[in-house]
């Protein structure tokens, strides 16, 4: 599920764009550069570098030096016709002389260490247009009294302000998201500072510590003041550290992100309470998620409830909450990650053996015994991602017909199991299920399954014989990479059930490629990489086309996929073809009207029979899933549900009793 931030600015945006660039490539002061690379120029008392075009803009720069002895600067916006956008690393380090500067607003993001040891330093004006100020930047400007930081400011790096000694007043915009570790350390006159609501990180030691007299660790300042918001960042900090906390208003102690779906996922918790009550609403939105890691760490926590809305608890989710004894998860769960309840107190109070989460099984605790069989207890909903991963003991695993939900990895790498069944409670065949099982030799994939997930039996290379249920139509990258069964396949298109799942072998130059009658999925990235593949031909029966899954070969250079010139797609006027074509900007041609399907032709194979008939009444009995198309077609007495009225009505079709 994609999700959609709660805030997303154009200012963020250009935070990552600099900071990525000068990550990877960093701009070298003094070398002389051509095309793309910068240039480094001298011009009066400042040196500069140009910056790459593709980036940053034409006619853009940065300072990297400075010659002059002025004590009151102005540094100009723009040199040589070049606007200044930057302040490079070490621009004005050690400058004794400057005592106030003034940055033009045409900067955008000042260096690591650029004002650093500059003693002299009392005044400091950053415009409203710097997005970022890197670590050490202020560092030991020990006679900088007071700063203010700007709107446009998101990222306050580490150690930005280390040793302002003088510093005795900050300002903080409420735009910063995050303030670095030691932002503000051995700013022995700073007593107190006002933290906006907004701030979603703030480093250790970031306010209210100075180095002790033995110079070995920090120590808290005597009487250091936080003002914030009650549920804030700030006032966890405040509390986590044991500074004086006065309230400036109240805020909700949880994070979370809108989704794409207008619902809620937690990401986070600045509460101070020991006995948590997830919401099941906040803001109007709907709390259906726990994200992975949202609250890590929280060693205050004793207890979580967790509300019915909620689904899925992501991996680490309450992972080191040290002092969680109790939980609560609604059995509305159907998702639980890895690990998620790792080195709580929880965990370490269950006995050895299967450890269970609500209605899931969680993992296995303790040393499992040689050639261990585990019969999970009747009830159980679920299998958590990772439950049973790489334990290799494990020989065969017992799984009732209540499982619903089987999560990624969950048996990944038990290298014991020899066979499986899946009960037909279960839909889907997650990401990594079985990936590494190299013993697995025999698996029962029941007809309820229509969706195999990426590399979900890879590397089971005793897997042999594989028998691939007519309602999967979707099949993830690599599902049946290096097992015995795709190895056996002949060179060609190799289909796995009646979805094509991939090609296999060399292919040879001006390709094309027509799908079997009745094929229902082309999975993900199928024929991907295929770069003499120069056209397909799609019957009407396709219900779905995975990502990438033709017509795009992988660029080394862009390190992403380019789709092929004059890639052509063959297939009926309305149809999935015909979509997946224009929205991947390829030739389409239609090759007629996609015929109307038949009421009660479930399966699609042209005819009302009694297989239909079957399939129906172990839709009906919750044995097999349809899709909606499925569904539509089964309803043929247009009630608006499928149910053994269908059934009826079919089975006096077929003999001759009814019309449909």
């Given at each position: ?45 400042f ?39 930057g ?22 993001f ?127 900090y ?44 906040i ?48 059995d ?8 998620v ?29 040689k ?57 889907e ?20 399954i ?38 056996n ?149 247009m ?9 009826t ?12």
């Amino acid at each position: 599920m994609r999700r959609k931030l709660k805030k997303l600015t154009s200012v963020c945006l250009a935070v990552i764009m600099i900071v990525s660039v000068l990550t990877v490539a960093p701009f070298t002061a003094g070398a002389v550069m051509t095309d793309s690379d910068c240039v480094s120029v001298k011009s009066g008392d400042f040196e500069y570098e140009v910056l790459d075009e593709e980036w940053f803009g034409e006619k853009t720069a940065m300072i990297t030096d400075y010659y002059g002895n002025a004590t009151e600067l102005v540094i100009p916006s723009e040199i040589d016709g070049y606007d200044i956008i930057g302040i490079s690393w070490d621009t004005f380090n050690y400058n004794t002389n400057l005592v106030s500067v003034v940055i033009p607003d045409s900067v955008i993001f000042i260096g690591a260490f650029a004002f650093s040891n500059c003693t002299s330093l009392k005044s400091i004006t950053i415009p409203d247009s710097v997005t970022e100020i890197e670590e050490y930047a202020f560092e030991s400007c020990t006679s900088l009294v007071s700063v203010v930081i700007p709107d446009s400011v998101v990222d306050i790096g580490e150690y930005a302000f280390y040793g302002c000694e003088s510093l005795t007043d900050v300002t903080i915009s409420n735009n910063v998201d995050e303030i670095g570790w030691g932002a503000f350390v051995e700013c022995h006159k700073l007593k107190s500072v006002t933290i906006p609501c907004n701030v979603g990180y703030i480093g250790d030691y970031a306010f209210g510590y100075i180095i002790n007299e033995y110079g070995t660790h920090y120590k808290p300042m005597d009487g250091f003041t936080i003002y914030g918001y009650t549920n804030s960042l700030a006032g966890l900090y405040a509390y986590e550290n044991g500074f004086t906390f006065v309230s400036i208003g109240e805020v909700s102690p949880f994070i979370y992100e809108v989704l794409d779906d207008e619902t809620a996922m937690i990401t986070g918790y600045n509460g101070i309470e020991s006995n948590m009550s997830i919401p099941s609403e906040i803001d109007g939105y709907t709390v259906v998620e726990i994200d992975e890691f949202a609250f890590e760490n929280s060693t205050r926590l004793t207890s979580v409830t967790i509300p019915d809305s909620v689904a899925a608890i992501g991996s680490y989710a309450f992972s080191e909450c040290t002092n969680l004894k109790t939980i609560t998860i609604p059995d509305n769960v159907t998702y639980i990650g890895a690990f998620v309840f790792e080195n709580t107190a929880w965990y370490n109070n269950q006995p050895d053996g299967v450890v269970y989460a609500g209605k899931f099984a969680y993992t296995y605790k303790g040393r499992m015994p040689k050639n261990a069989s585990i019969t999970l207890k009747d009830g159980t909903k679920g299998i958590a991602a990772c439950a049973f991963e790489y334990f290799l003991s494990l020989v065969n695993v017992t799984i009732p017909d209540s499982v619903t939900y089987i999560c990624s990895s969950a048996f990944s790498y038990c290298e014991g199991i020899e066979s499986i069944t899946i009960p037909d409670s279960v839909k889907e065949i997650s990401n990594y299920v079985f990936d590494g099982c190299d013993s697995l030799a025999d698996i029962t994939i029941p007809d309820s399954i229509t969706e195999i997930g990426s590399y979900a039996f890879r590397d089971c290379t005793s897997l042999e014989s594989l028998t691939i249920p007519e309602s999967v139509i979707k099949i993830g990258e690599g599902a049946f990479e290096n097992t015995a069964w795709y190895n056996n396949q002949p060179d060609g298109v190799v289909y796995a059930g009646k979805v094509a799942y991939t090609y296999k072998g060399d292919m040879p130059e001006n390709t094309s490629i027509t799908l079997e009658d009745g094929t229902r999925g082309i999975s993900d990235y199928a024929f991907e990489s295929c770069e003499f593949l120069t056209s397909i031909t799609i019957p009407d029966s396709v219900e779905y086309i995975g990502e990438y899954a033709f017509g795009y070969i992988w660029d080394e250079d862009e390190w992403w996929y380019k789709p092929v010139d004059n890639f052509t797609i063959y297939g009926y006027t309305g149809s999935l073809a015909e979509e997946y074509a224009h929205e991947n900007g390829f030739i389409f041609i239609s090759v007629g009207e996609a015929p109307m399907p038949s009421l009660g032709d479930v399966n699609g194979d042209g005819k009302i029979s009694i297989d239909d008939v079957t399939d129906i009444q172990k839709y009906v009995a919750n044995m097999l899933a349809f899709t909606e198309n499925q569904e539509a077609l089964a309803d043929v007495d247009m009630d608006g549900k499928v149910s053994i009225d269908d059934v009826t009505l079919i089975q006096k079709y077929l003999a001759g009793m009814a019309t449909i």
